[in-house]
RNA sequence: GGCCCCAUCGUCUAGUGGUCUAGGACGUCGGGUUUUCAUCCCGAAAAUCGAGGGUCCGAAUCCCUCUGGGGUCACCA
């Protein structure tokens, strides 16, 4: 059947802008498949658009995939068997590639210009006709288009057969087919000398062996040019599997316009490269044993094609939220959040406090984002609300209370959790204090919130100094 | 519009002819623990399996039609 040797997938990103949360889900399911069958992964740059290229867009995506620790074999920056892996360093291959299909008649030179083209489609609109080329330079003979070549402007066209069909068996639809005759004479090599993509993926997956193109299912319909050109260059097809797309929660296809989706930028929110990894997993794919929570690892020892769903999943980060709380929370050592925490932390946040505070606000967090607001009046100055101070109580009561805890806590043996709790404990039970009223208050005037970590911790790590002087200036304040 | 793909709770999904009066997770709501928030625990609502026809003793599961959604129709990828 198959002679490929190995498993290889890859995924072939084209360098105009930001890493999109769609490269990432497309390169997991590559990565996985690959490494679950003992595979090679690879990463080929698509760079054939010039006008489109930007400069640096490249780098960002290694280093999207590096924040994710997607690994990958092959590629720009590590070299492989098949370099380069930059589509526009590989141009003198699709020349050669492309000359082979002129002088056996799979393809021509086309001489019309984007007017005439243009022209060509708005006559046939007109008419309710399929907008395609009418093939009007397929029929210049061989030798007088060559030597029109040297000279004029062209493109290289696929000459697509009238009659036949393109069929295959997709690994996650089953069997897919097309009618030759509804496609289009695609453009190969476009007037730069640049190749289409319909033209350099085909040549490139078969020198660089690729067994399994794992795509979206934006590629279903361009498919057929592509079993086609194989078919003309007599090479053994790979195994096409497409993806379902990820959605907006309109349904359509996931874009720039409706939702976020730089992976960059998740990474600036403070997403934990797991968290999001562990929930693209389950974009059309469940795990059999129905687990939510599980690591790369695993996912690549359980993964099987066939539990692959055809049906686009909308990207809903409803639980990816849920899912980094999980991660933060249960997953990653002290050590890996305090690392994993670091571009979050404030400067002027006391590190040597680090140890302290951090198991009080761990199970609070919910992007590594969250750490200076959850944190902030255990190092800065606070504002206190006098009203907040007030509630639930009048002046009187408050500074009496107030009073009371100031003079019980100058005395302290020792300023510990154990210790803070029996003496305030005491006092609100000795004078009958309303218990959540005299606890809030106390909150709101160490802290100058009303949600905050457990209070005697909190208390404790703030020091008795600064928990004693807040309560004085609140006291003032009322 | 042509062609192609798809269709189970709001969302992610389980389910491959009978154990489904459809299971889990997120979210939502209610309750418990508690000095607040959060965590944690318990519970509830939530899909007449897009609709209509078949096939079968029996269908979410197979077939057909329709409807709906999506993708694609470039010298972009």
Known sequence: ??????????????????????????????????????????????????????????????????????????????????????????????????????????????FCSPEELQAMRAEQQKQKQLPMYDGRC??????????????????????????????????????????????????????????????????????????????????????????????????????????????????????KRKNDVSLISYMNKGYIPEALINFLCLMGWSHPEGKDIFNLDEFRRVFTIDRMQTTGPIFDLNKLAWMNGIYIREKLTQDQLIEALQPFTPTDFPMDLMGKILPLVRERLVLLSDLESLTDFFYRDISVNPAELLKKSEAGVVTEQLTRTIAELEQLSQWSVAELETCLRSLQEKYDWKKSQYFMMIRVAVTGKTATPPLFETMEVLGREKTIERLREAKEKI
């Open 1 to 110: 059947m198959s002679s490929f040797l190995t498993v290889r997938t890859r995924i072939a990103p084209s360098p105009t802008g930001i890493a999109h949360v769609g490269t990432a889900y497309i390169a997991l399911f590559n990565y996985v498949f690959a490494k679950n069958h003992n595979g090679k992964f690879i990463i080929r740059i698509e760079d054939t658009d010039r006008g489109r290229f930007v400069e640096g867009a490249e780098q960002v995506i290694y280093d999207a995939l590096t924040w994710l620790k997607i690994p990958h074999d092959e590629g720009v920056d590590l070299g492989g068997p098949f370099e380069p892996y930059r589509q526009s360093e590989r141009l003198e291959i699709y020349h050669q590639h492309v000359e082979t299909l002129l002088e056996n008649g799979t393809a021509y030179y086309c």
């Open 138 to 255: 397929s029929h210049i003979p061989y030798a007088e288009a060559k030597k029109r070549a040297k000279h004029e402007k062209h493109v290289v066209r696929l000459r697509m057969p009238d009659s036949g069909k393109a069929e295959w068996e997709d690994a996650i639809r089953g069997h897919v087919s097309f009618e030759y005759a509804l496609i289009d004479d695609q453009v190969l090599l476009k007037s730069d000398g640049f190749p289409t993509y319909h033209f350099a993926v085909v040549v490139d997956d078969h020198m660089m062996q690729i067994s399994h193109v794992i795509r979206g299912e934006e590629w279903i319909s361009s498919t057929p040019k592509h079993l086609f050109l194989y078919e003309a260059f007599g090479w053994e097809t790979p195994t096409f599997a497409h993806m379902p797309l990820l959605r907006n929660a309109d349904h359509s296809k996931l874009s």
